[in-house]
């Protein structure tokens, strides 16, 4: 997907130099699974609305990225995170509903986020995912 500029962006320095962390619009506290191996380097916290994603542009570094989704919107999404050989999704999340997805990003690139409800992709819901530095 192209055109996905301007709505917020999140990074991580290297280890040993200065983070800069950007606060959302929101609050979330709750609790999810983890998928992938090992406690997450990366927590990022996004809000679902209606057919679009806050941020819709993420950057983090190589390793284990935990995604906290908020529905914000009045009907049910989901959250998915697709490239370089990973294809990782948060089915469904119900309105007003929390829930995570961890994955492990061990390639520098550019990966797809979307909506796999329904038609929600094709309304316009992604984004950008970026994996910058070297992977481990």
């Known amino acids: 997907p192209s055109g996905h500029g301007g709505n917020g962006k999140l990074s991580q320095e290297a280890p040993g ?71 990782e999704e948060i089915g469904e999340i119900v309105p007003g509903g929390t829930d995570s997805l961890t994955v492990r990003l061990e390639e520098p690139g550019t990966y797809e986020i979307y909506c796999p409800v329904d038609d929600h992709e094709q309304r316009g819901m992604t984004g950008t995912l970026t994996v910058e530095g070297e992977g481990g």
């Open 17 to 87: 130099q200065a983070r800069t962390t950007v606060l959302l619009p929101f609050l979330v506290l709750a609790c999810g699974g983890v998928e992938a191996g090992g406690p997450a380097s990366e927590r990022v916290e996004i809000e679902a609305t209606s057919y679009a994603y806050t941020p819709a542009e993420v950057v983090v570094g190589p390793g284990t990225v935990r995604f906290v989704v908020h529905n914000a919107s009045d009907i049910i999404h989901g959250f998915e995170v697709e490239g370089h050989g990973i294809e």
